[in-house]
């Protein structure tokens, strides 16, 4: 069967691997149909229109004809499940997509004219999009009756994994301009809403909660209108069918390759069906589009899994990895990182680095990264934001490059583009470059002392572009970590006429897209990292850009085990930046271990270690570079306990060939459980695998249907047991 496929006699797309199956029926009205989202098929067309011919499910009056009239398939207008609902008619469930043209009106009536199916996955000029081989793309062209604007609606599907792609462009064929009040990247209608929603909000230092409530009647909404992905609420949700967990049943995810505001909207109606809307946010959105323009939705990702939310993580691992990270050295580039910021915030000079370099490498480093505070004035938070020179009465930044060198190490800095202090050059020679400036304001808010770039005005980025490539021509760094520590309070822009203040949001994401993209793509051997206060941009529009993101400024285990657990549903563990700090918690082999099961790294002052803690951290180094890219970057991801549904939190990783396999357990509270078997997944059931936590080796089968045995040893709080199993060749 082809990935794509219409069937003109049945009037039915069908998008279908070997994983899941999608069914659009095209209906008398010109609307497409929703008539199937599920596991794989062998045959599509059952679901050709069963409705009688000639009934009138919805009755109109054609006002040129001066008759009532019912389309000949019985469209039933306010509750059949639709690609794109029309807006401003019988269906008040929600449309994906609304204009206003020069009447004013509201109404939106996108109706179908014709088709294409290509190879490969549409690509939108200066936007974050998946990429890689083996996608067919269904294209839909629809035309909106009155404004004469054209719908490209795309459904892409992969041929080996349960992922789909959706989004749309719209242009305008028409003469006059219509406003863009509402974008949202997809609609999905499902026949039952008997699904329990799960989205992962929280706040700074306390990412990616698990929050799981039922689908219920009326609306339950997702959303961000920060300016950003956010820490509040990640643009990842997942609806996983009754009854469904870790390893069985239905689980859908849902992610938008997109850093901005956005908006996941279920609504549930009379007819029960599940009705849902998601994209950009449209708060405060709106659009000028002039004749002749286009205007692109992020792409939104679907991953279907029948076999629970194990399935469903899997799917999205494999797309992050394979189809949407570019960085060219994403498959083994992931250095082992120490950061300075949480040994030495901004008091350092060379000699303090030189020091730390030395102490870090003795405990496995490979990339030193200075953090924030060695440009411009910058000796606390108040200042320099803005003036990327570097501070040479502070740091002599080509010692420090070329010690790094002698040590062996590569060497990375941080930045943070799209920020100004009011106290720098910057702003001082510019003012009209922060966002809110000469836009009628009488005070603009303040976080952390900085003020947001105008990232909606060409020249801001312009400048920060110009500043960043002087700096990188000149120091040639082999990392950036990119901070962005605070949100949009202030939607205003000096820089764009009042009728396109709606703009503003999604305007600074694009101005964020360019600059990351621009730096990116000259510097391609320069990994970029993304960092939001944490994680609180970690979105796949970040991850487009940068193969991993700092997830969180907590990185004391307590928190931490939460945080780095719940983020693994929606993201590979290869993008969850992830360090050893001094907190005093936990036990350092607890914190390494944790580290392990993401990038490791290190910020702390290492010269505080002890002979004892630098062995430790050591061997973790040494664990991490012998199997992290097999086992934990490549390898595949079983979740065994959450720590949101209990004491314990267990994860393994398994390599592809089932050669290898690293488990972690950690306690929260001490706790005397005396049949503690943690079964394990993944192995090879025939395979024997020795095991370093009892020192025995049993078969993958024995390990799969008894387990380990967790309770053999008296675990204190916060501790944990890193187990690695090896295949035994005999
Ligand atoms: C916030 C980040 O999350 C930290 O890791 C650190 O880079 C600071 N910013 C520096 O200001």
């Known amino acids: 069967m082809r990935l794509v496929d219409y069937n003109e006699k049945l009037r039915l797309f069908t998008l279908s691997n070997n994983s899941f199956g999608y069914a659009i029926y095209l209906n008398d009205a010109g609307y497409l149909e929703t008539v199937y989202f599920g596991r794989a098929m062998r045959d599509y067309s059952d679901f050709a229109c069963v409705r009688e011919a000639g009934e009138y499910a919805s009755p109109r009056y054609n006002i040129r004809t001066a008759r009532e009239e019912g389309y000949r398939d019985g469209f039933k207008a306010d509750a059949a499940p639709l690609e794109v609902s029309p807006h401003g008619t019988w269906d008040k469930r929600g449309a994906p997509i609304i204009l206003r043209g020069a009447r004013g009106g509201f109404e939106t009536d996108f109706r179908y004219e014709s088709h294409r199916i290509y190879a490969g996955l549409p690509v939108e000029e200066g936007m974050p999009h998946a990429h890689g081989a083996g996608a067919e793309t269904l294209e839909l062209t629809l035309r909106e009756r009155t404004y004469n604007v054209l719908l490209r609606l795309n459904l892409s599907v992969f041929s080996d994994k349960n992922i789909l792609i959706k989004n749309f462009a719209l242009e305008n064929a028409g003469g006059a301009a219509v406003k863009i009040v509402r974008a949202m990247s997809m609609q999905l209608d499902l026949p039952s809403a008997d699904y329990d929603l799960v989205h992962f909000c929280g706040r700074w230092a306390k990412e990616r909660d698990w929050c799981e409530n039922p689908v219920h009647d009326g609306v339950q909404e997702v959303s961000s209108n920060l300016g950003r992905s956010s820490a509040e609420e990640n643009p990842f949700v997942i609806l996983k069918a009754r009854g469904a967990d870790e390893t069985q049943g239905e689980a859908i995810g849902l992610n938008l390759i997109y850093s901005g505001n956005f908006k996941f909207r279920a609504f549930v109606g009379a007819y029960r069906g599940l009705h849902i809307t998601y994209g950009m946010n449209d708060e405060d959105f709106e659009w000028t589009l002039a004749p002749g323009e286009r205007f692109a939705a992020p792409q939104a990702v679907v991953a279907y899994s029948a076999e629970g939310l194990g399935g469903m993580s899997a799917a999205m691992h494999r797309f992050v990895r394979e189809n949407l990270v570019t960085y060219g050295g994403s498959r083994a580039d992931r250095p082992i990182l120490f950061n300075s910021w949480e040994g030495c915030y901004f008091s350092f000079d060379t000699a303090r680095i030189l020091t730390y370099i030395d102490e870090s490498v003795r405990i496995g480093t490979q990339l030193f990264v200075l953090d924030d505070g060695w440009f411009g004035a910058r000796d606390d938070d108040t200042r320099g934001l803005g003036d990327w020179r570097v501070n040479l009465k502070k740091i002599d930044l080509h010692k420090v490059m070329a010690h790094c060198k002698e040590m062996g190490i590569r060497f990375g800095i941080w930045f943070e583009p799209e920020m100004v202090n009011f106290d720098s050059d910057l702003f001082r020679a510019h003012p009209e470059y922060a966002l809110g400036m000469n836009a009628g304001r009488q005070e603009l808010s303040l976080m952390r002392h900085q003020l947001h770039l105008d990232f909606a005005c060409a020249a801001a980025v312009e400048n920060i572009y110009a500043q960043m490539k002087a700096f990188l021509s000149e120091y040639p760094v082999d990392y950036i970590k990119w901070d962005y520590n605070r949100t949009v309070a202030e939607h205003l822009s000096g820089s764009l006429p009042p009728e396109r203040q709606g703009e503003v949001y999604h305007r600074l994401v694009l101005g964020y897209y360019t600059l990351l993209g621009r730096l990116t793509a000259e510097f391609p051997h320069t990994m970029f990292e993304g960092c939001s206060s944490g994680g609180g941009r970690f979105d796949l529009g970040t991850l487009y850009y940068c193969p991993q993101i700092w997830c969180s400024d907590e990185s004391d285990p307590a928190q931490r085990m939460d945080i780095q657990f719940n983020t693994s549903y929606g993201y590979p563990l290869s993008a969850i930046g992830s360090h050893v700090n001094d907190s005093k918690v936990a036990p350092y082999r607890t914190k390494a271990a944790l580290a392990l099961f993401g990038t490791y790294g290190y910020e702390m ?46 994860m393994q990783c398994v390599s592809q060939d089932r050669s290898a396999s690293l488990v972690i357990f950690m306690n929260k509270l001490k706790e005397g459980d005396r049949f503690r078997f943690i079964r394990l997944r993944g192995l090879d059931g025939e395979k024997r695998y020795r095991n370093d936590f009892d020192g025995q080796t049993h078969t993958g089968e024995y390990y799969m249907r008894v387990g380990l045995n967790f309770s053999r040893e008296w675990l204190g709080e916060f501790d944990c047991r890193l187990v690695l199993l090896t295949e035994e060749v005999l």
Do not use: D, F, W
């Open 605 to 650: 002052n290492p010269e505080l270690l002890t002979e004892e803690e630098v062995h430790t951290l050591a061997a973790a180094a040494e664990l991490y570079q012998k199997y992290h890219l097999s086992v934990i970057e490549e390898g595949t991801l079983y979740r065994l306990c959450a720590p949101h549904s209990g004491n314990y939190m267990c």
